[in-house]
């Protein structure tokens, strides 16, 4: 996902987008061959990396936009891409146990509410703070559009 939010191209290695196994340490040493049957595919990544495609495609801010860190600890970094009345906030959550994690977003504009871009469920914002209880390793992101 962090590729697909940063500046710049997303680099996408063959495969990546549906789950191919394979590394360099694996018995042979290498990435194995591409898996050309769609029934063998991860469909769950594949919906994902279209997703995070296109909206690298269509919204303006995950090309032209500003970026901020908004928490970088051990086990999660959140960071967002903003500009042009809209945000997307990015948590990338390793942490093994589920958390609560207050991200300062009125820095960007005022909103109040967000919207996870995955599932569609709105989280609100509360005096500036968006507050996230992400599960073990949920990674989000949120869409956040600014009143004018």
């Known amino acids: 996902m962090l590729q697909f939010l940063l500046p710049g191209a997303p680099n996408i290695w063959y495969g990546n987008e549906v789950g191919l196994a394979g590394h360099a340490q694996s018995i042979e040493g290498c990435r194995y061959p591409m898996e050309w049957r769609e029934d063998r595919w991860n469909l769950d990544f594949r919906r994902l990396y279209r997703t995070l495609a296109r909206l690298k495609r269509d919204e303006p801010v995950l090309t032209d936009g500003g970026h901020r860190v908004l928490l970088a600890t051990e086990s999660q970094l959140a960071f967002a891409r903003f500009g042009q009345g809209t945000a997307f906030v990015a948590l990338l959550n390793r942490a093994p146990d ?31 703070v968006l507050s996230l209880q992400p599960r073990p390793r949920e990674n989000l992101l949120l869409k956040l559009v600014f009143a004018d």
């Open 98 to 128: 589920k958390s609560r994690i207050d991200l300062p977003v009125d820095r960007l504009g005022v909103c109040e509410q967000a919207e996870e871009v995955f599932d569609g469920r709105s989280i609100p914002v509360v005096e500036g």
